[in-house]
């Protein structure tokens, strides 16, 4: 599976309620059913916020997606989803967010944990 050098921005409409999301990618709607769930991510150092669709498996799937997207294969070896989320991680947002933290320490090693607290929080959907 080959990957894009650059993330491709696409136009994105969520109308989401309890139980129920309608998406669109570029004035297209995604087929009902087809996405199980997602995580909308925006981290204001970023130019674009980050769109994880989690889909059913279908013989056929086009996704033309202005976030960048990213589509989860549940299929995928845990530690190849952990190296593809690590992957996609700013290093200037990171550092600056952790720097930030209201629990940063003044010991050694204290940036090195907050910069691991910061990735797991994104990692669950929480923060920039």
């Known amino acids: 599976m080959s990957t894009p050098d650059e993330p491709q921005a696409h ?27 997602y995580q909308l991510e ?9 769109l994880i669709l989690h889909t059913r498996q279908t013989d056929h799937v ?8 990213a ?6 070896d845990v530690g190849e989803q952990i190296a593809a ?4 991680i700013n290093p200037a947002a990171l550092e600056g967010a ?11 090693y204290a ?6 607290r910061t990735l797991a929080d994104w990692a669950r959907g929480r923060g920039t």
Do not use: C, Y
């Open 42 to 50: 925006h981290s204001i150092a970023d130019a674009l916020p980050m």
């Open 98 to 108: 952790a720097i930030e933290r209201d629990d940063l320490a003044d010991e050694k």
């Open 85 to 88: 989320f690590l992957a996609n």
């Open 11 to 37: 136009g994105v409409r969520i109308d989401a309620q309890p139980g129920a999301a309608t998406i669109t990618l570029d004035g297209t709607p995604l087929p009902a059913g087809q996405v199980t769930g």
């Open 111 to 116: 940036l090195t944990a907050a910069m691991l």
């Open 71 to 76: 589509v989860a294969d549940p299929q995928q």
């Open 62 to 69: 086009v996704w033309e997606g202005l976030a960048r997207v």
